[in-house]
């Protein structure tokens, strides 16, 4: 009966999707249609189970007359069960209410909405904090474009989710009436649970929002407040301001006006800034499947302990929590690695400048190798700085989103499983790569004690030399040390993806070749203060460059 009753939803569910998907125009379209589609099912099913109780109350008048004839072979409770389970698919949406109600209580629906803006405001939010795109720059042909486009197409699929959660359960709903009925004919072969299983599942499928908030505050908890947004915690985190040149980098550059490297860079992560919330939204719709997913294994599990696992169910409730709570396990693990005098680090300058006589504008004269090198580190420094730091916050975002979904696999998978070494790997390193620049300071204050580095470059020794080839001297140790930085940053972040590959368990990666990048680069972007040791420890101080304030 139940696969029966199961083909029949589903076989009109998608014929009537298909005599609309030729209109759709987009995932959102195709989604509405589902919904639009199937908003006549629950009256169909409604109709059958009239019918269907209509036929179990003949033949409960029948099994009446039997039990009256031979009162051994039909006993009492035969007809007595039918004539109830046609009062109850008479009565269908009495059940429904009592089910909801004992997952749900009673009173209002519960108004779940962990994401606290919808799609579009959050996307004004954020382009109002990057201060340079209006609402109509995304609709130009970016990468940007491209996410609203989908986050705009996929908007329903909250209501398609809600939609077949409801449906699976109107149709559990009648299957457990029937579970009932074989339970009372036969309660060797059908124990009780099978029906009390399907009771309570279909109650908590017609109580989704009830479910989702219950996952989501699982995790969440009542705290953190503002910082349960992904804009605010970007906005918190610094991005566009960098520690390596001291200013606010990017913010004046519009799109379509670049003529530099810098502006390339910086109109690359402008027109690619939406990312943050689009991860955050893939999330949300991810939390969803996986609280109605999670429901049906729990489901699965009392009627076949044996061939489904508990776990299997928990774990995928607990990921869809984790999913809605992106924002939140965010701030929790940066937390966790940066204090907060460290992560204040990301707005206080890091360094002691550049005995360089390049400025802005140099491109329009530079007339020589040393004002060339200058103006190209110059123009890329600080750019190319709060690319990596955007770069770096997307990578421990997604890696951060890999460790939930790891959640719901089994043990069997080994590193990447649940509670294997590449899955703890994975949330370690997404945490650090969410402040790599501020652990990176970290690093280097480790090793040379001070809180900035030194990159104000001095000759000690001049004798002989002209003022102008002084100064070509400071530009081009300048431009090196800016050169030397930015690749520092890189191959910090790479050791990073390398430690992660070490606990993944990939042949190809070692832990002495991430702790190569990693200590590395921490001297790269040190190159003066090291400098200043290497020159200390031969003695030539007299002789060389010295690095200060």
Not at 26 to 36: A, L
Request: with cysteine; hydrophobic share 50%.
């Amino acid at each position: 009966m139940k696969k029966s009753l199961y083909s029949l939803i589903f076989g009109v569910f998608f014929v009537l999707l298909f005599s609309k998907l030729g209109y759709a125009q987009t995932v959102d379209d195709v989604g509405q249609n589902i919904v639009d589609s199937a908003a006549s099912l629950p009256g169909l099913l409604a109709a059958l189970c009239y019918l269907g109780g209509l036929i179990v109350a003949v033949i409960a008048i029948f099994k009446t007359v039997d039990h009256v004839n031979s009162p051994t072979q039909t006993p009492l409770s035969v007809p007595v069960i039918r004539y109830l389970l046609a009062g109850a698919l008479f009565g269908l949406p009495i059940i429904f209410e009592a089910a909801w109600v004992t997952i749900n209580g009673p009173g209002a629906e519960t108004d779940f909405d962990p994401i606290s803006n919808d799609n579009a405001h959050t996307f004004i939010t954020f382009w109002a904090f990057l201060g340079t795109m209006t609402l109509t720059t995304w609709v130009g042909i970016t990468f940007n474009s491209i996410l609203g486009q989908i986050m705009a197409s996929v908007e329903g699929m909250p209501g398609l989710v809600a939609a077949v959660g409801y449906l699976l359960g109107i149709v559990i709903s009648v299957s457990a009436l029937y579970k009932t009925r074989d339970h009372v004919e036969d309660p060797s072969r059908v124990p009780l649970k099978d029906a009390v299983i399907r009771y309570l599942t279909a109650g908590a499928l017609f109580a989704m929002p009830t479910v989702f908030d219950a996952m989501y505050t699982t995790i969440f908890g009542t705290g953190m407040g503002f910082l349960g947004t992904i804009t605010a915690i970007f906005a918190g985190t610094g991005f566009l301001y960098s520690t390596e040149t001291s200013n606010f980098e990017c913010l004046g550059i519009f799109l379509g006006l670049g003529d530099t490297l810098g502006a390339v860079i910086c109109n690359s992560l402008l027109t690619s800034s939406a990312m943050p919330v689009f991860l955050n939204s893939i999330s949300y719709l991810m939390g969803l499947v996986l609280g109605v997913w999670g429901v049906l294994k729990i489901r699965d599990h009392v009627i076949e302990p044996s061939r489904t696992a508990v776990s299997e169910g928990v774990m995928r409730l607990l990921a869809g929590g984790c999913f809605f709570s992106l924002p939140y396990l965010i701030t929790v693990l940066q937390s966790s690695f940066l204090t907060p005098i460290l992560m204040g680090v990301t707005m206080f300058t890091t360094n002691t400048g550049f005995n360089s006589t390049i400025g802005p504008g140099c491109g329009l004269g530079a007339n020589s190798l040393d004002e060339a090198m200058g103006c190209f580190m110059l123009d890329i420094m600080g750019p190319a700085h709060v690319a990596l730091n955007f770069f770096s916050f997307m990578a421990g975002t997604i890696f951060i989103m890999i460790g939930i979904s790891r959640l719901i696999k089994s043990s069997q998978e080994g590193a990447r499983g649940p509670g294997g070494i590449g899955t703890f790997g994975t949330f370690v390193i997404g945490g650090m790569l969410l402040s790599a620049s501020t652990l990176l300071r970290a690093f280097s204050s480790s090793m040379f004690v001070s809180p900035v580095t030194y990159t104000w470059a001095t000759l000690q020794f001049t004798g002989g030399m002209a003022p102008a080839e002084i100064e070509a001297i400071h530009n081009v140790i300048s431009a090196v040390l800016q050169f030397l930085i930015v690749l520092g940053m890189i191959s910090f972040v790479r050791g990073l993806f390398i430690m992660r590959d070490v606990a993944e368990g990939k042949g190809n990666a070692s832990t002495m070749a991430g702790m190569t990048h990693l200590i590395g680069g921490a001297l790269a972007v040190n190159m003066g203060p090291l400098l200043n040791s290497i020159q200390e420890t031969l003695g030539i101080t007299a002789f060389g460059v010295s690095f200060g304030l």
